[in-house]
Structure formats: C-alpha cells, structure tokens
C-alpha cells in the first residue's frame, strides 16, 4: 500500500496494519513443501498398496468436505480481521443448512442458497449487536448463536417440513440438484493416469482430477472466495480500513474509520459466508436438511482459520487437509488410516531431525518418541478401530494447531471490546 499524502484524507487508506511477526514462507518455497509432503504420501501409497489415499474419488470427496470448513473459515477471518471473535460460526451454518433447505425445496436450489445466506446474516446481526453495540463477551455472544439456532431449527423443521413428501421433524424434502460439471477429456484422462500407480505422477493426477470431476458450481464460487476475500481486505482502502479496526479500533476512529460500522458489516458478511457453507451441506453435499449435519464443521473452520494464521491462503490449506481427513470416513476408512500412520511417523522423524538441525534437543527426543510409537502403532496392526477413523479429523485439528502455535499471530484488538471515543 501507498502511505497515505494526508492524515485528515479518509477517502485514502491511512492506516496500516501492522505486518504478521515471524518468517513467512514465499511461493516458491511453499509449493516446494507442498510437492515434498505429496512426494512423501506418494512412497507411503506405494509401500502400503493403500491407492483409495490419492485416487480421484478420495480427492473429489475432500473437496466436497473442504468446501463448507473453508467458507465457515472465511467467515471467521472477516470478522476477527475487523476484531470481532466469531464463535458462532456453528450456529450461523445451522441457520445456512435450513434456510436454504426450506427456501430450496420449496422455490428451487439457487434460491435457497440465497436464503441460506440470509439465515446465516441474520446470525451475524444478532452476533454483531450483543459484541459491538452492548459489548458482551464475544465468546459468551458466540455460544449463545450456537446455542439459539439449534434450538430455533428444531422447533422449525416440524412445522415446515411435515406433511411434505419425504419430510419429516428432523428432515427436508429432497431438493433438486444445483447442477454439477466435469471436464470432459481432461477428467478421463487423469483419472487413467491415476490408476497406473505411478509415483508422484499418479498422485498428482488424483489430485488434479479431484478438481475437474463432478464439481458443483457452489464449489466453484467458494473457490473464487478465497482470492476475492484476499483482493478486497489486502488490495483496497476498504479492506485496510476494516483489518485497521481489527488491529488499533482507537487510531482507526482518530484517522476518521466509523469501527463500528466496519465492525457490523464484517459481522455480517461472516454470517453470511457461514450460512452458505451451511447451504452446501444441505443442497450440494445433500439434496435435503437434517438436524445435527453440521457436526461441528464450524468449529473445525475456525481451526483452518487458525491454522492458517488468519490468511485466506493459509487457511484454504487447512480446509483442505481438514476436508481430507473428514473423508476417510466416508472411502476405505480403516485401510486408509492405517496407512496415513506410516505417514505421520515419518513426519513426526523428519521434524525430529529438523530440530535437531535447528539444536532444539529435547524437543526433537520428544517427537521423535512419539514418532517411534506411532510407526510401532503401524507396524504391528493391519487396521484401525472405526473409532479411530471417525475421530481423525478432530485429532488432526488438535495436532496441526499445536504444531503451528508458535508462529502465529491474531489480529491485537482481536476480541476486545471497544466503545467508540474511548481514544479520547
């Protein structure tokens, strides 16, 4: 950004946030840890014979799964961006899940995800008035949502799904499809490429062909999301003005910023973003609403936030391997867990060896032991408990914002309260 010529010019940025502390990984690099962990799963595939790890079917899937975390991860970023922690992003994708399933069977499918985003804004309203108008605890406000969408949709659902055919007190009528696309040729030929077992090459052709295979078209515009949401809140004098209030919400209103109304529409637009990652679960990655299908999915986007260190990109990596360990569930669960043990006991070596590198020698026994147990876990086993398979997600979350704490940075006035003119 270009420094601002005056400090009174509020139609100009003027003020900066400050930059996130800690090295950052450049693209080139980035892809380079990218291709090494694909390279890794690629010996791991081929030592196992576990193919399901990287087919296209197993990398549609995670997409699918990825879709909603990412939006509900969107959703957190523009409102702790603008200083506002938004627990209640669950609460907002129930919201999504049945407006839009209510909406969509009755008026068709776009129109639901319309309303769904509207139930999700509604959510972010009542979320932005407790947090910044009367000031109440953004955690507490947060659970509150959580709390009041469930109990609202579930009074709900037997009033306008009853008496409708396939509906029921804790499920829609079915809803017609959004529609779905595949590349004609190219998924073909990935997916035949995939199947020669090839290292490296094979793998990354699962992967591509993921990407081209009966995607919906709400798939795409979540993908379009994340560099859209990194243009406006990185690249314009709106965005700055926003990420001001989430860094000095004092100086912002000095330099003319109005921080609440940033505030609520920041709120409001993570509302929104979280009720459209509901509407996927309810029309795209089922053609109907029914109670308990978000399953914790908005706490796992506010991880990938998290982990992402509150950087659309970031965070779209998180949503991934998220999306990823969500659906061994649904593809080989047991075959495929059992090999992703191999895995991480080789992770768990490599990182063992690169803090040694970087003479952190408690540390790396540490994890080395740990690495020890797992691949002893892998050895001496040929499959994991169901259990097991269903929690990986969950445990995944744990580990991955455990590992990444210590470079991470949240916006400074991120979750303090703020009332305006208290600079003065």
Request: aromatic letters at 8%; glycine letters at 14%; charged letters at 10%.
């Amino acid at each position: 950004m270009t420094a601002p010529t005056s400090a009174t010019d509020v139609n100009q940025p003027t003020l900066q946030p400050a930059a996130p502390t800690g090295r950052r990984l450049s693209w080139p690099v980035l892809l380079l840890v990218i291709a090494g962990a694909l390279a890794l799963t690629s010996i791991v595939r081929i030592i196992t014979g576990a193919d399901g790890i990287t087919n296209v079917s197993q990398m549609s899937t995670a997409l699918q799964l990825a879709v909603p975390i990412g939006l509900a991860g969107l959703g957190g970023l523009w409102a702790e961006r603008a200083g506002v922690v938004n627990i209640g992003l669950e609460g907002m994708m129930i919201l999504g899940t049945w407006f839009g399933a209510w909406a969509g069977f009755q008026w068709g499918p776009w129109t639901g995800v319309v309303v769904g985003i509207i139930g999700g804004c509604i959510g972010g309203i009542l979320h932005a008035i407790a947090t910044i108008t009367f000031r109440v605890n953004h955690i507490v406000s947060g659970v509150a949502i959580n709390i009041l969408a469930l109990g609202v949709t579930r009074y709900l659902a037997p009033l306008a799904f009853e008496g409708h055919a396939g509906g029921s007190a804790k499920q829609s009528p079915a809803i017609d499809s959004l529609g779905h696309f595949t590349v004609p040729g190219l998924s073909d030929g990935l997916r035949d490429l995939n199947n020669q077992g090839w290292f490296f090459i094979s793998d990354i052709a699962g992967l591509l062909g993921g990407l081209v295979t009966n995607v919906s078209w709400l798939t795409l515009i979540a993908i379009a999301m994340i560099p859209g949401t990194w243009w406006i809140l990185w690249r314009t004098a709106f965005g700055l003005r926003l990420r001001s209030c989430g860094e000095n919400p004092v100086a912002a209103e000095s330099l003319g910023v109005n921080v609440y109304k940033y505030k609520y529409i920041a709120v409001i637009i993570s509302g929104g973003l979280a009720g459209l990652g509901g509407v996927f679960l309810s029309i795209v990655a089922n053609p109907f609403y029914l109670e308990g299908q978000v399953s914790g999915r908005g706490y796992i986007g506010l991880a990938a936030m998290i982990f992402g260190n509150w950087m659309p990109g970031g965070l779209a990596l998180g949503a991934g391997l998220f999306g990823y360990t969500d659906s061994l569930n649904l593809r080989g669960g047991s075959t495929n867990v059992h090999a992703l043990l191999l895995l991480g006991a080789l992770l768990l070596i490599i990182g063992a060896i690169w803090l040694v590198i970087r003479k952190k020698y408690a540390p790396s026994m540490i994890t080395a032991v740990v690495g020890a147990l797992v691949y002893t876990w892998y050895a001496t086993t040929n499959e994991v408990p169901n259990q097991v398979v269903s929690a990986t997600p969950y445990v995944v979350t744990l580990v991955v914002l455990t590992l990444s704490a210590q470079r991470l940075r949240m916006p400074k006035a991120d979750g303090l309260p703020y009332k305006k003119g208290q600079g003065k």
